[in-house]
């Protein structure tokens, strides 16, 4: 097993940047596929983004792309999100997730950590 830490949510005004973290223990780290994603209260969990194991590969869902950029440190055992021109529509609790194979559908991934709050003011 994998155990998923994230952090650096906060409050932000719109066209503000934060940078998100997800600390990962457990098993080796570079095993895993990682991801981000977002919900919002009454939605469904959407995908955002994610990294091959080796950071080689990067995918986005088409409402972040060209603002957020997933990256990894495999010696840090660390994913994060670094998210520019942040939209009020972007506000959302923000997932990290690992998985054994690339995929986008929630279903590919088998570990998750509690999420942390990321609210873009307008």
């Known amino acids: 097993q994998v155990q998923l830490v994230e952090s650096g949510g906060g409050l932000v005004q719109a066209g503000g940047s934060l940078r998100l973290s997800c600390a990962a223990s457990?098993?080796?780290?570079?095993?895993?596929?990682m991801g981000w994603f977002r919900q919002t209260p009454g939605k469904e969990r959407e995908f955002v983004a994610t990294?091959?194991?080796?950071?080689?590969?990067?995918y986005y869902a088409d409402s972040v792309k060209g603002r957020f950029t997933i990256s990894r440190d495999n010696a840090k055992n660390t994913v994060y999100l670094q998210m520019n021109t942040l939209k009020p529509e972007d506000t959302a609790v923000y997932y990290c997730?690992?998985?054994?194979?690339?995929?986008?559908?929630?279903?590919?991934?088998?570990?998750w950590g509690q999420g942390t709050q990321v609210t873009v003011s307008s």
């Open positions: 990294i091959s194991k080796g950071g080689i590969s990067t």
């Open positions: 457990g098993r080796t780290f570079s095993r895993y596929v």
């Open positions: 997730a690992a998985a054994d194979r690339l995929g986008f559908p929630i279903r590919t991934y088998d570990y």
